[in-house]
């Protein structure tokens, strides 16, 4: 379907230089919420160790599809980038992972698409000393370019209440960069990647995560509709709106 807005499909892009620190998790269990949704989801993976596609490869055909483009893979001879890269028909969010150690300039011109950057961020010292310096540069990078699309930390495989937790919350105060949502450090996150699947496809113990996926959706729609790139009316009606509790995504058991 041809659209009129040239920044659609609206792009969620993913950035931490630092590994480990749930980009592709945040990543391929966002693309299971929305497909859930009913929306047309497509996971781009930047990172040449193919995480993503491998994660793709394991899911089962009985659940609601996602699509996967090796954003990483050089073209192949006779192969332009642009049809390497082209979109499965009908995708309604895009869904970018990078990399660990992707150049400031790559993620400025990555950013410069997006309609939101998310940066996920574990409470260790290391981690957020490395995301401080990192946070610095990208809204630095944000002002420079004048670029639209706003920056939002997701706090990963947190245990509340720790010393960790709170210094986290008083970082981010101080570099006036939202957080907005927060995930529990939980075994069922590793199920999940292993089986192909996203928490909530889970069920079970994994269903305590639910509201925060849901705040961190409802989050990335309410830019997406300030942007005004939902510009596709014949998928974007009921289904697209966002619950506060959403429907219950299981229909696997858990392992
Ligand atoms: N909230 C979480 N709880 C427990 N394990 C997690 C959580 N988020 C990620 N992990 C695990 O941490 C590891 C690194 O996560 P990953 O998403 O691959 O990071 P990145 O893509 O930034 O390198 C993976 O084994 C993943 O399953
Ligand atoms: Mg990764």
Redesign the pocket.
């Not at 995930?183 to 075994?187: E, G, K, L, S, Y």
């Given at each position: 379907m041809a659209h009129a807005n040239d920044n659609y499909p609206p792009r969620v892009l993913i950035v931490?230089p630092?590994?480990?620190?749930?980009?592709?998790?945040?990543a391929t269990n966002l693309a299971t919420i929305y497909a859930h949704r009913g929306l047309v989801a497509t996971l781009f993976d930047h990172d040449p160790q193919g995480?993503s596609r491998e994660w793709l490869a394991r899911r089962s055909s009985r659940l609601p599809p996602v699509n996967v483009v090796e954003a990483h893979q050089q073209p192949r001879e006779g192969m332009t980038r642009s049809f390497q890269l082209r979109l499965p028909i009908d995708t309604e969010r895009i869904i970018e992972?990078t990399p660990?150690g992707l150049e400031p300039t790559r993620i400025g011109d990555l950013m410069r698409r997006s309609s939101v950057v998310l940066v996920?961020v574990l409470p260790s010292s290391i981690d957020m000393r490395a995301a401080a310096v990192f946070l610095t540069a990208l809204v630095k990078i944000h002002e420079q370019r004048q670029l639209r699309a706003p920056i939002a930390v997701i706090a990963?495989?947190v245990r509340k209440n720790t010393l960790m937790f709170k210094k986290l919350m008083k970082f981010l105060d101080d570099a006036h960069v939202p957080l907005v949502a927060t995930?529990?450090?939980?075994?069922v996150?590793?199920h999940a990647?292993d089986m192909g699947q996203g928490v909530l496809e889970l069920g079970g113990r994994a269903a305590r995560e639910a509201g925060q996926w849901s705040i961190l959706v409802r989050w990335i729609e309410q830019q997406i509709a300030a942007q005004g790139e939902d510009t596709d009316t014949h998928r974007t009606g009921e289904e697209v709106q966002v619950r506060d509790q959403p429907a219950p995504l299981s229909n696997t058991s858990p392992p």
């Open positions: 931490n630092k590994g480990g620190c749930g980009k592709t998790t945040l995480s992972d660990a996920p990963n495989r995930f529990h450090d939980m075994q996150y590793v990647t």
